[in-house]
């Protein structure tokens, strides 16, 4: 069977073009390990790949999910899982592509998802009414900081579960996770494009104006009168789209929004390279190169 690759890195840093570039290398398809392209009808905000620019190359698990779901990492593991040894069934190699760290992990590791209990999880969800969500993410990072540094501190959802967690093992949330260091499943081979913030910045700028300019607020609107997104679920906390559901409620000009989603693209960048930065599994190749894909392709077939 052949090998799967998984493609990771931070936001704007190429990795869907260096997917498509391998998969017509190495007769490839791709799945999908970014969490909000797993929605309908988000695809201005998430820089999902129009179909006439995936040239010719499948791809998997995109739009899958309304923006009324509340995410699941456990759903998307037993998904990809399938998804991707059905590709190596039929003599293809998959290519993993996508930097959203939990499911990464969730997907490259045989991570069995820890317990849960409904009156724990009552308890920090009250807690949570009662502080609202910067104190209780300030609150989980003074019990496990690492947990905090990698979950984005307007997520009340991950936050809560971080915290039940840690009740119910009496460890880190980290903890819970596989270590980095046993073979990655299937023996993917891990890539990693290495970006320096001087290259990507610009990059994310350019890109968030290029978003509001094709229509980013258009479509926000439209999931909002069609598909009944929210500001309180999974989709409407995206960043991009959670700044124009503000820009819609009032609390911010359109103008505030473009700053605001660089900042918040900018802020979970250094959150993806923090995650990423500690898997020593990860070989790491410069996102600069204008020899990439010949060098993924030496790393790969080596």
Request: aromatic letters at 6%.
């Amino acid at each position: 069977m052949n090998t799967p690759i998984a493609v990771v890195g931070p936001t704007a840093s190429g990795k869907s073009a260096l997917g498509i570039a391998l998969a017509h290398e190495l007769d490839g398809e791709i799945v999908n390990v970014d969490s909000m392209q797993l929605y309908k009808g988000m695809d201005i905000g998430t820089a999902k790949l129009p179909v006439e620019e995936r040239e010719g190359i499948p791809h998997h698990l995109l739009d899958i999910w309304d923006v009324t779901k509340t995410a699941s990492v456990a759903e998307y593991q037993s998904l990809a899982v399938r998804t991707v040894e059905q590709i190596q069934s039929r003599g293809k190699t998959p290519i993993m592509v996508g930097g959203s760290m939990l499911y990464v992990q969730s997907l490259i590791d045989a991570w069995e998802f820890p317990p849960t209990n409904p009156r724990v999880r009552a308890t920090y969800e009250a807690r949570l009414e009662e502080i609202g969500i910067d104190l209780l993410h300030d609150e989980l990072a003074a019990i496990d900081p690492e947990a905090a540094a990698i979950i984005e501190d307007k997520d009340p959802r991950r936050t809560v579960r971080a915290l039940e967690v840690i009740q119910l093992t009496g460890k880190p949330f980290q903890a819970s996770q596989p270590p980095k260091d046993a073979p990655p499943r299937w023996n993917t081979t891990l890539v990693g494009l290495r970006t320096h913030t001087d290259w990507l910045n610009p990059r994310i700028e350019l890109r968030t104006q290029q978003m509001f300019s094709n229509g980013l607020v258009g479509e926000v609107r439209s999931l909002v009168d069609d598909c009944g997104l929210v500001a309180d679920s999974t989709a409407g906390r995206a960043i991009g789209y959670a700044q124009v559901l503000d820009v819609f409620a009032g609390k911010l000009t359109e103008e505030e929004a473009v700053e605001k989603t660089v900042i918040g693209t900018r802020r979970y960048v250094r959150r993806q390279r923090s995650w990423f930065n500690r898997d020593k599994r990860i070989e790491w190749l410069d996102a600069t190169d204008g020899n990439l894909v010949s060098e993924a392709l030496d790393l790969v077939q080596s």
